[in-house]
């Protein structure tokens, strides 16, 4: 008969282990989520990087342009600097397109909002431009593919973005 463990004892060896614990089709390797920067230009997302916290972390244009949709994946997009020029979530293609919408706040009561994607799900750019169409500081979207086949609506979006 094996020797009873405490759940005192369970939880430290849990918490003192130093590799990914894989549960079925499921790895968990800690609470850190993979950063990819912009750095302006285009970032061509993989599904690989599903799951990351994919930064604006330049005023200058950039742009991230998401993978080919499998069901579940999902990306966060946040905004660590006043965009001087368009900071854009791109679906990779015209059919992809962007269900869902999300909330602007801004100190200017004229330019807080709400934003939803058509209901057809045919918008397949998302564009924050530092000003009336958020990008500041704080700005956060996240997106998860909600089909995975060429369908227009197969990313929902949901998100808050500052305005200034």
């Known amino acids: 008969m094996g ?13 003192n282990l130093k590799r990914d614990i894989a549960w079925g089709d499921c790895n968990h390797g800690g609470f850190k989520k993979t950063v990819v920067l912009s750095g302006g ?5 993989t599904a690989a990087n599903s799951g990351a916290c994919c930064i604006f972390d330049t005023a200058a244009t950039s742009n991230f342009t998401l993978p080919a949709p499998e069901l579940g994946m999902h990306f966060t997009f946040i905004s660590t600097i006043l965009a001087t020029g368009d900071h854009v979530i791109q679906a990779g293609t015209n059919d992809h397109g962007f269900l869902g919408g999300v909330i602007s706040v801004s100190t200017t009561a004229a330019k807080s909002d709400s934003f939803s994607a058509a209901t057809d799900g045919n918008n397949d750019f998302i564009t924050m431009d530092g000003a009336t169409l958020g990008g500041a500081p704080g700005s956060r979207v996240e997106v998860v593919a909600v089909l995975d086949e060429s369908d227009s609506g197969c990313w929902a979006v949901t998100g808050q973005i500052a305005c200034v």
């Open 41 to 45: 230009g285009t970032t061509t997302l």
């Open 3 to 15: 020797r009873r463990v405490g759940l005192g004892h369970l939880e430290t060896l849990v918490e």
